[in-house]
């Protein structure tokens, strides 16, 4: 089992800047692939990036790319989400995600395990 607690949602004005963390507890944590979604009312849950087990490759939505890093320590079992010149267009709820699939895959379906999400909003 691999528990997922999310934080560091809040409130922002557009151009700024949020970093988001996923706390990973469980006794095989550091085997999962790491991903983040995110799901504004009324839309689907949409993929935003991810990191590999080892750390060593991300993806990210074209959406985010440019403006989102998604890196991970597993001596903390943490994973984050660096979110910079932010767009309202970016506020969600915000879920990161664990894969265990061999190759990483990027649909919500797919995913082992969820957290309870942590809200994004960005004013303009």
């Known amino acids: 089992q691999v528990q997922l607690i999310e934080s560091g949602g809040g409130l922002v004005q557009a151009g700024g800047s949020l970093r988001l963390s996923c706390a990973a507890s469980?006794?095989?944590?550091?085997?999962?692939?790491i991903e983040w979604f995110r799901q504004a009312p009324g839309k689907e849950r949409e993929f935003v990036a991810a990191v590999t087990w080892d750390g060593r490759n991300t993806y990210y939505a074209d959406s985010v790319k440019g403006r989102f890093t998604i890196s991970r320590d597993n001596v903390k079992n943490t994973v984050y989400l660096q979110m910079d010149r932010l767009k309202p267009e970016d506020t969600a709820l915000y879920y990161c995600a664990a894969d265990d699939s061999i190759k990483l895959v990027t649909t919500p379906a797919l995913m082992t395990y969820w957290g309870k999400g942590t809200p994004v909003t960005v004013s303009s």
């Open positions: 469980g006794r095989t944590a550091s085997n999962y692939h």
